[in-house]
Each structure stands twice: as C-alpha cells, then as structure tokens.
C-alpha cells in the first residue's frame, strides 16, 4: 500500500499547481523507489513507456503547424467567413459543430477535431465573430468572450464523448467488452454497446444543443445590460466634462 503515497503526491502537486510533467514524474520517480525499483529500472520504465506511448507526443508536429497557420491568418479567415453568414449566429453555429463533431466520432474520426486542432484556431474565433455581429461589430466584453470560448470547447468535448461510443472500434467499447466477457462469462458483443450508445448520443445533442441555441439569448441579453452600462457610463462622464 506504500506504493499508493505516489497519488499523493499528485495530488499535491497539482494542488499547488505545479508543472503537471513534472509532477508526473516526479510522482513515477516515487512510486518507484517505493516499490524498490532500482534508478535503473525507473529510467528502464520511463523509456518503455514512452516509446509505446509514442502518439502521445504528436502535438510536437501539431502545435507548430497550428501555430503558423494561425500566423498566416487562419483565424481572420475563419471570422470573415462567419461574417459573410448573417443568419448563423453563435448558438446555431456551435450546433452544427456539435452535429458535425457527434457525426465524425461516430464513425471513428476521433481526432478529426479537438481544442488544439479546431477549437482555437477556427471554432472559437468564428463563434466570437457572430457573437461580435450580433453586437452590432463592436467587441465583445472579456467575461463574455470567455464564455463562447468556453461553450466552443464544450461543444467539442460533448460530440467527442457522446459520438465515439457509437464506433464499435473505439478504446472504450473494446475495454468494457473485454472486462464483462472475461470477469463474468459472457458473450457481449462490441455491436451491442455501439447501437446501445445512440440513443445517449440523440440525448445528447438534443439537450446540449438546447443549451446552445439558448445560448443566444443570453448572449443578447448580456450585450444589452453591458451596451447600457457602457452607454450610461460615457454620458455620465460626458455630463462631467460639460460641467467642468
């Protein structure tokens, strides 16, 4: 049980907000040791792991690709082309790519998305720039900006997560067929689950595409009461100016 003070130490770890890469291994490094694992064995373990964990480290290839689109103007782009699409505001736009990302997942197009792949460079500045249209091209306030970026990732998150388990492929259908099968006897097929998994897709979209399409309104009723406090504010200072 010794062993198990190595989750501590991840805890503490991302408590006080540490590197998580090192608190990771950091937290191997003592697992380890408490396991009466020589330096070499650790080292031994570090490097097997990574070298069948290779994918991992793919983002090494994709950030700076990423990067230099964005630098090229991938994100001005994609606000000029939300532009040019007067009815599609944010919450019908994040819709369809909640439709779109469910759709993708589940037929094993897994990473055809993702926060670092589409949500930065393109979902989240297109869902800002019809945010920014529906308040009259002026920018948006911070606190609501955050919130369509917020609201971009969840859309991701919720196609992703709902839409895979309708691939009968995929990692976790494939765990969850191999633990029944071979911890009670049975004979569950991966088909099975999948076709189990659309009705909690259909949920899904319909509830959380509920919640974006009322996005909206929120959105044009916090413009309102931000548009005002700042219409308020400039004539108050404009009515002090006058004075003085």
Not at 4 to 9: A, E, F, R, S, Y
Not at 13 to 33: C, E, H, Q, S
Request: overall charge positive; charged content about 15%.
């Amino acid at each position: 049980m010794i062993v198990l003070l190595g989750v501590l130490v991840v805890v503490l770890g991302f408590a006080t907000r540490r590197n998580p890469l090192l608190v990771v291994g950091v937290a191997g490094i003592v697992t380890g040791l408490l396991g009466k694992l020589s330096p070499v064995e650790i080292l031994r373990t570090f490097g097997d792991s990574f070298a069948s964990s290779r994918s991992v480290t793919i983002f090494a290839i994709t950030l700076p690709v990423i990067g230099l689109l964005e630098r090229n103007g991938l994100q001005q782009q994609a606000r000029t082309l939300i532009g040019k699409l007067g009815k599609l505001t944010t919450g019908r736009f994040l819709t369809l790519y909640l439709f779109l990302r469910q759709l993708t997942a589940a037929v094993g197009l897994q990473t055809i998305g993702g926060p670092a792949q589409s949500v930065r460079p393109m979902i989240a500045p297109m869902a800002e720039a019809a945010a920014e249209r529906q308040n009259g091209g002026r920018p948006l306030p911070e606190r609501l900006r955050e919130k369509v970026r917020s609201h971009a990732s969840g859309s991701d998150t919720v196609g992703l997560f709902f839409g895979e388990d309708c691939f009968l492929a995929v990692g976790s259908i494939l765990l969850i067929t191999g633990f029944v099968n071979s911890t009670y006897d049975t004979h569950l097929e991966p088909l099975q689950l999948a076709l189990w998994a659309i009705p909690s897709a259909v949920c899904a979209f319909l509830i959380h595409g509920a919640r974006l399409l009322r996005l909206d309104r929120t959105l044009e009723r916090e413009l309102a009461a931000s548009n005002a406090g700042f219409t308020a504010h400039d004539g108050g200072n404009a009515a002090q100016e006058k004075v003085t």
